[in-house]
């Protein structure tokens, strides 16, 4: 059983709540335009996560199979469990990219979303590459963090220091590895060059950026800015697990409990903010790099 990603690094639920944001309806036609899938075809997702972008790709085309890879477990059942509740006829594995168990030739369009950072490319690409069949695409989606904007949090300092001593005690006292993620990254320059060194041609790069969180803005529902501003909650409060399930003695019990009380205050104030109309203009966009190529 393998949740190293899921406990340590991005939990399910928030890596959930924050792509499904992120796949909104709103930026269907962003998504679906650089993925390039044509009826019938067979799409793997190459580190699938919670599923979501699977659902999306599923739910906007029926009549395509979709496929989802991941190394860890929990991902896995969330999306097997959500897609039974969908209704969506997606086939979700457990499973390592770099040893892919799949048949030579076996898909039509590989893809993938923020994985490539962390996975070694000669086998990433490599076996995308073996189970594409010839003329099939890979499309390689990754958020150019540098390119990125987001407005301060506007954490208070008791908040901020109990958040600080426990990721520093669980630093200190972690065997975990993780060296592995960001590992890879690569610039936007870069990716197109490192997908033609692994056999891919007809190279082709889409850019495009898309609003993760902008509570304020005119055009983004009221439910729609609600969800934004729990999914922010969401984030600190998986960063305050994951760093206890590192290090369950980073805080003591009281400063744990103080520390979710504060978090829970700061993001339920934000949202009282909002309901009373008090503006704070804060957003954040991930640039977004679509490189795609033919076997
Ligand atoms: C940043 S997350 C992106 C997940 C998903 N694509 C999304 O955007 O929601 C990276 C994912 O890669 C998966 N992963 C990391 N190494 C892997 C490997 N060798 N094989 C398969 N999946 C892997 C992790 O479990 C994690 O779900």
Redesign the pocket.
Known sequence: M?T???SY??STGE??E??AL?FDDSSKGLWLGALGARPGERLL?????????CHRVKSYLPDVSVTG????DS?IAFAREKSDRLGLDCRFVV????ALPFGDASFDLCF????A???PHD??FGEQRRVLRPGGRIVV?SVRTRLNIRSDDAMGDEEAALLEKAWKRASETSDLDDS??GAYELSEHDYPRELEKYGFEDVSVRVFTVMDYAPDSSDVPREKALRQINCRRLGVLSSLEKALNICPDALSQAESGRLRELINARFDERIAKYERGEKLWDFSTSTVLAVSGVR
């Open positions: 393998n190293v990603w899921s690094i991005q890596l959930y924050s792509r992120r997702e190459v580190g699938c996560g919670s599923g979501i972008f890879i991941d190394l860890d991902h499973g390592d990219a770099t993938s979303h923020t994985v950072e962390h996975i086998a990433f989606f592995f993620v």
